[in-house]
């Protein structure tokens, strides 16, 4: 089993900063790729940013260059650098892997969440 835990969300003000980490524990094998999804009350679930085991980024159009994803791989660990935050970034956040698992073949994945972590950006 797996579990992913976050932590750095809260409450900040229009134009601050805050940083989000995501910790993978458990039968681990490697991750493939981790991110980082968020929901906004009474949206969907939507993509902010994901990277790679090559450290190759993705990122939404609407925080592309206020947002900074990296990861570390000896540590199982996904960071979240928010820049410039706005009240829009307002939403639980929920860290995601690809993993794959000791117990499993090389090569079969299964994906994890996160609990989620609150991030409020006030105006």
């Known amino acids: 089993q797996v579990q992913l835990v976050e932590s750095g969300g809260g409450l900040v003000q229009a134009g601050g900063s805050l940083r989000l980490t995501c910790a993978a524990s458990g039968s681990i094998r490697s991750i493939n790729v981790m991110g980082w999804y968020r929901q906004a009350e009474g949206k969907q679930r939507e993509l902010v940013a994901a990277?790679?085991?090559?450290?190759?980024?993705t990122y939404a159009d609407s925080v592309k260059g206020r947002f900074t994803v990296s990861r570390d791989n000896a540590k199982n660990t996904v960071y979240l650098e928010m820049n410039t935050l706005k009240p829009e970034d307002t939403a639980i956040y929920y860290c995601?892997?690809?993993?794959?698992?000791?117990?499993?073949?090389?090569?079969?994945?299964?994906?994890?969440w996160g609990q989620g972590t609150q991030v409020t950006v006030s105006s």
């Open positions: 995601n892997a690809d993993v794959e698992t000791k117990n499993k073949p090389s090569g079969y994945t299964v994906e994890y």
């Open positions: 990277i790679n085991s090559r450290a190759r980024p």
